[in-house]
């Protein structure tokens, strides 16, 4: 594997490489995708750390009970496999499908302004966090908050909360009281 700079802003993690599986250069995966196996529907990956990372191509995966293991081409013992744990699984953000109208990946929404339909600023979207029912936006209050609020939590439904994303402008407008 080669040592390859990819910038920062060019790429998308996708997952990250676990625990070593076996003797023969195997190792767990855990994928951040909607389908776990769907992190195999891309290439090339660049696995890493800090930084620095590598192009990696996968000779073999499968399921096993109920999580992923994979081999990477050149990777052909324990040994070898062991240095790769702990990095994370990444591509270049062209990979990505293109989205519908009104569908987002929550790294476009990470960073967003939230107001609510009042103007009311509630704060900026820190991360997201997905439920049973629903995904939440988790909202970082400003450190002036009229409320007192540190947080906010509120579920990314766009058919009840969710009024507009403008992601020019990184504004989601919001149907939430600002004192909730």
Partial sequence: MASIDVEQSERVVLGSIGAVYGIKGWVRITSYTEEAAGIFD???WFIGRDSQWQQAEVSQWRW???SLVAKFSGVEDRDAAAQLTG???AIPVDQ???LEENEFYWRDLTGMRVLNTEGYDMG?????????????????ANSKD???KRERLIPFLQSQYIVKVDTASRVI??????DF
């Fill in 87 to 89: 990095m994370d699984i």
């Fill in 42 to 44: 891309y290439g090339p």
């Fill in 173 to 178: 407008t919001v149907d939430w009281p600002a």
């Fill in 96 to 98: 990505l499908p293109e």
């Fill in 64 to 66: 096993h009970n109920k």
């Fill in 146 to 148: 009229a409320f007192g």
């Fill in 124 to 140: 900026v979207v820190s991360h997201l966090l997905s439920t049973v029912a629903n995904d939440v936006l988790v909202v970082t």
